[in-house]
């Protein structure tokens, strides 16, 4: 059949970085360009033309911290896939599709109560599929996944691989806080590669007040232009400080400060983790949307006396899919400004570049050129 291979290129990650708790000796990790077997595509299956695959830091926590993965390596990392179709089930071969960074099971008593996002049986290229992932030329996903792009105008296909994680990540987010028009929002995290979404997202959503928390000042001065009102720089501060700063540009604009925002944690740091508790008050929610390995120390006790609530949000659900892809055709999300394309080659490069900036100014899109 027409643009199907006898083997998919990939690069896979067959090393992770590791230090040795006793003698503190590192390990580099390896990523490693080779070829793997096309699978046999079961009914309801196909097989995609890779266009892009975002660099997110979830990846880089498998690959850099020791973050656990479902398969062990060598694992072919990436969750950020746009692509064409080009096998198995008929009626989508030769359209372009986003592959949702989760796929639910869609049998389980999780997915049939509206918690698929969460499924755990659910599969994630980059991670549970194996040596199946979007650093690759193709790759084998169930097609009931699958969102259709139709009309994308002038965006690349390559570019809107960044829909699969960095942009509905924050739209089942605001889900999951149930935000709604008039409400105010806090993100901490703001100028980060899900951050600069969450900001747009809420603001689209019909969010009244929009503050963004975050260190870079140059980046925070983009995000007054993509849908923050206000914006704090973090920078040398204390929790109470911040804090302080907060009440402070509310008493000035006349914005109630004691209760009911809602706290968007994107930056998954334990400064971010902190301060966001510091921030949660009165009938306030706090969503837990970025990742990272520290802990945090917290009396929760409070969250009775505000009345307050603590929420985890994982992925997005795939029906979502179509809505953030159409928010961003429509321009209500912006893409283009924060997203950057390199060709797959330069992985190494690329990884090593973003977990040393730890918030680069773009997301960036790894275009295959095996």
Not at 359 to 369: C, E, F, G, N, Q
Request: charged content about 25%.
């Amino acid at each position: 059949m027409p643009g199907v291979p006898d083997k998919i290129q990939t690069w896979q990650m067959v090393q992770p970085w590791s230090k040795d708790k006793e003698t503190g000796k590192v390990t580099e990790g390896k990523l490693e360009k080779t070829e793997i077997p096309v699978p046999k595509l079961q009914t309801g299956e196909v097989l995609v033309e890779v266009a892009g695959c975002g660099v997110c830091h979830t990846d880089l926590g498998y690959f850099f911290d020791g973050v656990p993965t479902v398969s062990k390596p060598p694992l072919t990392l990436g969750h950020e896939i746009s692509g064409v179709v080009v096998a198995g089930d008929e009626k989508w071969i030769g359209k372009e599709v986003i592959i949702p960074a989760v796929m639910p099971c869609r049998q389980c008593h999780l997915c049939e109560i509206g918690r698929g996002n969460r499924c755990l049986a659910q599969k994630m290229p980059g991670n549970s599929l194996g040596i199946y992932g979007g650093n690759s030329s193709h790759i084998p996903v169930p097609s009931i996944d699958l969102c259709e792009v139709k009309d994308r105008g002038d965006f690349e296909l390559a570019q809107l691989a960044v829909v699969a994680d960095a942009v509905t990540t924050p739209y089942q987010a605001a889900k999951r806080a149930d935000l709604q028009k008039g409400d105010n929002v806090i993100v901490i995290g703001a100028t980060g590669g899900v951050g600069v979404h969450m900001v747009q997202t809420a603001k689209a959503l019909g969010a009244k007040t929009v503050i963004g928390i975050a260190r870079n000042p140059e980046k925070l001065k983009r995000a007054l232009e993509f849908g923050a009102d206000f914006v704090i720089s973090s920078v040398d501060k204390e929790p109470r400080d911040i804090q302080k700063e907060f009440r402070g540009l509310c008493k000035e604009n006349g914005i109630e400060a004691g209760y009911g925002w809602k706290i968007f944690e994107v930056s998954g740091t334990k400064a971010g983790q902190d301060l966001a508790l510091t921030l949660l008050s009165f009938t306030g929610k706090l969503i837990v949307v970025g990742f990272g390995m520290a802990k945090n120390e917290y009396s929760i006790s409070r969250l009775m006396a505000f009345d307050a609530e603590i929420i985890g949000t994982w992925g997005c659900l795939p029906e979502y899919y179509p809505i953030v892809l159409d928010m961003v055709l429509s321009g209500k999300i912006q893409l283009k400004p924060f997203v950057e394309m390199r060709p797959m080659s330069t992985i190494s490069a690329v990884y090593d570049e973003v977990h040393k900036a730890g918030s680069p100014a773009k997301r960036i899109v790894l275009t295959p050129d095996f």
